[in-house]
Each structure stands twice: as structure tokens, then as C-alpha cells.
């Protein structure tokens, strides 16, 4: 018995509309995080950001960012309480 993985490419976001999506990868792994801490893993829409950003960013890039929540020093999220973002 083996097992498959199906694939599937990122519908269009409107937010995102350009060809460039190293914003779209970046704003569904935020998004993933806050709607787990929010809603928690099993919560159906969560499980959407989460494709999605499997999906569009490269595994470098998440793997440096999961990283970075372990130490709690990722820039998107954080639970000190502080700003997630620098003026």
C-alpha cells in the first residue's frame, strides 16, 4: 500500500494579484499561526492557509521561520506582546 500526496496549486487572491508571491507565502504562514492559536490545528479554514503556504513558499524559507517561532523571535508573530512589525 503506498500512500499519495496530491498537489495542488494555490487558487488566485485577490490580495495577491501579481506573479510575485513571496508576500502570499509570507501572509499564509502568518495567517496559518494565528488561526491555529485562535482556533486550533483541526479548524477547517486554518488547514487552508496552511496548503497554501506548503504550497507557495520554499522549504528553506519555512523551515527558517518555524525556527524562529521555536525561539519566539519570528517578525510575524509574536507572544511577548510586542508589535509583530518595525516602523
Not at 9 to 27: E, I, K, L, S, Y
Not at 29 to 49: H, L, M, R, W
Request: aromatic content about 14%.
Amino acid at each position: 500500500m503506498s500512500s499519495t500526496v496530491e498537489l495542488k496549486t494555490v487558487g488566485f487572491d485577490a490580495r495577491f494579484p501579481n506573479t510575485n508571491q513571496t508576500r502570499n507565502c509570507w501572509q499564509n504562514y502568518v495567517d496559518y499561526f494565528k488561526c491555529v492559536d485562535a482556533k486550533g490545528e483541526e479548524y477547517a479554514p486554518c488547514k487552508q492557509f496552511k496548503s497554501a503556504y506548503i504550497s507557495l513558499c520554499p522549504t528553506k524559507w519555512t523551515d527558517k521561520w518555524d525556527e524562529q517561532r521555536e525561539e519566539d523571535v519570528f517578525p510575524g508573530l509574536s507572544k511577548r506582546g510586542a508589535p509583530a512589525h518595525h516602523h
